[in-house]
């Protein structure tokens, strides 16, 4: 009988040390791109940079029509201008050229940094969601689905994270 107690007391403690481990490594994946879609806050963002890159773009096109009148100027006014008048203004408008051609790359950096500004929450609260949302049900691992091309079998963690963030 005291055999039999030990026997039955060690299948339960190695059951329970065997669910231990397995819970802990429990395997889930999500699609983090589609959380960040799904959240009001992107939507907000998405707003957001477009208003910045339009205003970004019609202030571009301002200094071009700017430049164009000025130099449609010189032309006009260059036959009654003294010869260093002319070499001046010339000056002056290569240096507006000169600052124009470089325009475009600085619009694609100030949108790749009010891009990352206004992303940069999002991701966060996406994360701390995701890592919430396995810690709770006991995920020891969450893989982004987007970055696998084999991978064990796993679940997706999309609808609780979804739930958790009160999305539908």
Request: net charge positive; aromatic share 4%.
């Amino acid at each position: 009988m005291k055999k039999a107690f030990t026997l039955v007391l060690l299948a339960i403690v190695l059951t329970t040390a065997g669910n231990r481990v397995l819970a802990q490594n429990k395997i889930g994946h999500i699609a983090l791109n589609e959380v960040i879609a799904a959240m009001p806050e992107a939507k907000k963002a998405d707003t957001i940079l477009q208003q910045f890159r339009d205003a970004l773009y019609q202030a571009a096109q301002d200094k071009q029509s700017a430049f164009e009148d000025a130099v449609a100027k010189f032309y006009k006014d260059s036959a009654t201008m003294t010869p260093s008048v002319k070499e001046v203004k010339r000056k002056t408008l290569q240096d507006q050229m000169t600052a124009m051609q470089g325009e475009d790359q600085r619009i694609q950096q100030e949108l790749q940094r009010k891009q990352e500004e206004v992303s940069t929450p999002i991701q966060k609260k996406a994360l701390d969601a995701v890592t919430a949302v396995a810690k709770e049900a006991g995920y020891g691992y969450v893989l982004v689905k987007e970055a696998l091309l084999v991978a064990p079998p796993s679940d997706d963690l999309l609808p609780l994270v979804k739930k958790k963030l009160g999305l539908k």
